[in-house]
């Protein structure tokens, strides 16, 4: 059923779109950006790899120039990145993972390996979800990288404070999950992003 959820809005949805993502892609070139998409190795359901896309925004090879985490208002953001991130616009790429099964439109969001391996045995059941594009937590921690400029040391935050708590939500989420659990997710998080910013 979830499968079917999530094409059924997905195929529709990219006809839709479609020209607003050209506009997109044509707004990162001018920026300067030689490349347009990032891809990213994740770790996905059962504890699968897959590469996830995004729209790019940030500077090209900003991975050899920092940490892995986004902290406030991190130099290595481009200008229109700042734009995309803030109205998640960088995440609809992400539809082509839910083309190819490798994500749904409801789910956690997929962790990179480095963080999966400091996983509990409890925390490894959140691998038995199909990751997706929005979720509870990330709903809840809309702010995280702000949340992270005020820590001292901002990663060690992130693995003992901030993914324990989201994986717990993901958790108490896969409990209850169904189809209309899924679609009041997707409407919290348009409304989050597109009305009742902060």
């Known amino acids: 059923m979830k499968r079917i959820f999530d094409l059924t809005l997905c195929i529709p ?58 902290v406030g208002d991190d130099p290595r953001i481009t200008r229109i990145g700042h734009w995309l991130r803030k109205t998640k616009l960088d995440e609809l790429p992400q539809l082509f993972n839910i083309l190819s099964g490798e994500m749904s439109f409801v789910g956690p969001r997929p962790e990179v390996p480095k963080y999966v391996e ?24 809309r702010n995280e990288s702000n949340l992270l400029a005020e820590s001292s040391d901002p990663e060690k935050t992130y693995i003992e404070e901030i993914m324990p708590e989201k994986i717990r939500i993901n958790l108490e989420y896969c409990s209850n999950a169904n189809v209309i659990t899924d679609l009041m997710v997707i409407l919290k998080t348009l409304f989050r992003v597109f009305i009742k910013r902060g």
């Not at 996983?119 to 709903?139: F, H």
């Open 13 to 70: 949805g990219l006809m839709v779109i479609w020209p607003m993502l050209l506009v997109i892609m044509f707004l990162i070139r001018r920026d300067g950006g030689k490349t347009i998409f990032f891809r990213q190795q994740r770790i996905g359901k059962n504890g699968n790899p897959f590469l996830i896309w995004k729209f790019r925004t940030m500077v090209e090879n900003a991975e050899t120039l920092g940490k892995q985490l986004t």
């Open 118 to 141: 400091l996983y509990s045995e409890e925390q490894k059941q959140v691998l038995n979800l199909l990751p997706g594009i929005t979720d509870l937590a990330s709903i809840e921690y």
